[in-house]
């Protein structure tokens, strides 16, 4: 059984930074995609970005350059530094890993997932 466990998520003002760390437990991902996904309040969840494997990235257009996604092999745990954050940045953030290695951009391509944080951007 895998878990993901979200945490860094909280309260920042508009132009702050954060940093998420999703830890997995159970088996370990190294060789699975791994992504960032987030769900604004009334909106669909959408993929942020993503690192397979070996280390390749995807961001989103909204997020290129401003999001930086990461991982630790070693510790089984993947990261998303978040600068320059908007108030249409609030939402709850997601991690999510794959059965591939190859980056997904898709919702149904990925098997797990954590509970998720809050994000809040306040203006």
């Known amino acids: 059984q895998v878990r993901l466990d979200e945490s860094g998520g909280g309260w920042v003002q508009t132009g702050g930074s954060l940093r998420l760390s999703c830890a997995a437990s159970g088996r370990t991902l190294n060789t699975n995609a791994m992504a960032w996904f987030r769900q604004p309040p009334g909106k669909e969840r959408e993929i942020l970005a993503a690192?397979?494997?070996?280390?390749?990235?995807y961001y989103a257009d909204s997020v290129k350059g401003r999001f930086t996604i990461s991982r630790d092999n070693a510790k089984n745990m993947v990261f998303l530094e978040m600068t320059g954050l908007k108030p249409e940045d609030t939402a709850v953030y997601y991690c999510a890993a794959s059965q591939e290695p190859f980056i997904q951009l898709g919702v149904s391509e990925y098997l797990y997932w954590g509970q998720g944080t809050q994000v809040t951007v306040s203006s």
């Open positions: 690192t397979s494997w070996n280390g390749n990235t």
